[in-house]
């Protein structure tokens, strides 16, 4: 079947501009996660939706960040104003299990959307 | 503050060469640590995952090893090929999170 798949694979926008990226997780997964991977650093999680509960946003970075996805469903992180420091690879995962399932479900990884703020 | 380092952060051997990659961390409590392979311009794959109680763990060439009182893990690739050629990730999970900490990974280089 299909893996994570993610849109656009690159974005490149001026400082100020609004960007939106999609993240369409493998069909059945219930959990998602956002991540920021800056060039050299390691993965940062930004937020994580679990079916229809509340998402936890607790890392994302700034208000100019949010993000949404319906039901089980296509994600959408979007960045208001772009700075120049959130030039950055931003990666999708889905999981099929809770994180109550004992912690030894496997993350699923899009190719992800390479952002340059210019 | 949840850690993982790695080391080397680069490194570089000859195609059919062993090699052995270290992680450590100070995620506490831990519930399990997972390697994952990013090949450039691709998202992370995982390779193994590894609980408290697992010490070794193998996915073909691909040996982990886990020694959680020492909070300390190691990936051996044995026979290296050329897709191999990958930055290799540590991810460390906590107990009752959900939250991975990731660190920045190997740059692994295979040359023939």
């Known amino acids: 079947g299909a893996g994570v798949s993610q849109s656009p694979s690159n974005k490149v926008t001026e400082k100020g501009k609004d960007v939106e990226l999609r993240c369409d997780p493998i069909?059945?997964?219930?959990?998602l996660y956002w991540y920021r991977q800056r060039l050299g650093q390691g993965l940062e999680f930004l937020i994580y939706?679990?079916?229809?509960?509340?998402?936890?946003k607790s890392g994302l970075p700034s208000d100019r960040f949010s993000a949404e996805r319906t039901g089980e469903s296509v994600s959408t992180l979007t960045i208001q104003r772009t700075q120049q420091e959130d030039s950055a690879v931003y990666l999708c995962a889905s999981s099929s299990h809770t994180w109550t399932s004992g912690g030894g479900e496997t993350q699923y990884f899009g190719p992800g959307t390479r952002l340059l703020v210019l | 503050k949840n850690q993982v380092e790695q080391s080397p952060q680069s490194l570089i051997i000859l195609e059919g060469k062993n090699c052995t990659l270290q992680c450590n961390y100070t995620v506490s409590p831990f519930s399990n640590l997972r390697w994952y392979k990013q090949d450039t311009g691709r998202g992370p794959v995982s390779l193994t995952i590894m609980t408290f109680s697992e010490n070794t763990k193998s996915n073909g060439r691909y040996t982990a090893t886990l020694d959680a009182d020492t909070k300390q893990s190691s990936l051996h690739i044995t026979a290296s090929q050329l897709s191999d050629s990958a930055s290799y990730i540590c991810?460390?999970?906590?107990?009752?999170?959900?939250?991975?900490?990731f660190g920045k990974g190997t740059k692994l280089s295979v040359i023939p």
């Open positions: 069909s059945g997964h219930t959990a």
């Open positions: 991810v460390v999970k906590g107990a009752g999170s959900y939250q991975l900490t």
């Open positions: 939706f679990q079916g229809n509960s509340a998402p936890d």
